[in-house]
Nanobody, 124 residues
Framework: VQLQASGGGLVQAGGSLRLSCAAS?????????MGWFRQAPGKEREFVAA????????VYADSVNGRFNISRDRNKNTMYLRMNSLKPEDTAVYYC?????????????????WGHGTLVTVSS
């Protein structure tokens, strides 16, 4: 299974970006919860947002709640992360992942498949 994250880049504070995560094998991810994590330089990888297999349930980290929106298109086998009102502290490499559970889970160890990440840089 391969997950490919894209859409990162350089943006000014207050701006927006949309990340995409395309999965290579429909049969593996269409019934799995998926999520986004991020890792800033010198910090641990942290949970950002998750979505259930059918998109009905979502969960967000407190730091992004109200600014970020996670969604998925099962027909396209793709997950998205819309990021609004970006802050310099959102600067990180963003990773998408598919979990072993159908629900939206925040538990990093339940995520089995990981993409390589896409860099988001927010300038002040």
């Amino acid at each position: 299974v391969q997950l490919q994250a894209s859409g990162g880049g350089l943006v000014q504070a207050g701006g927006s970006l949309r990340l995409s995560c395309a999965a290579s094998r429909r049969s593996t991810t269409s019934n799995n919860g998926m999520g986004w994590f991020r890792q800033a330089p010198g910090k641990e990888r942290e949970f950002v947002a998750a979505i259930s297999w059918n998109g009905d349930n979502t969960v967000y980290a407190d730091s992004v709640n109200g600014r970020f929106n996670i969604s998925r298109d099962r027909n396209k086998n793709t997950m998205y992360l819309r990021m609004n009102s970006l802050k310099p502290e959102d600067t990180a490499v963003y990773y998408c992942a598919a979990s072993l559970k159908a629900g939206a889970t925040t538990t990093r160890t339940l995520y089995r498949y990981w993409g390589h990440g896409t860099l988001v840089t927010v300038s002040s």
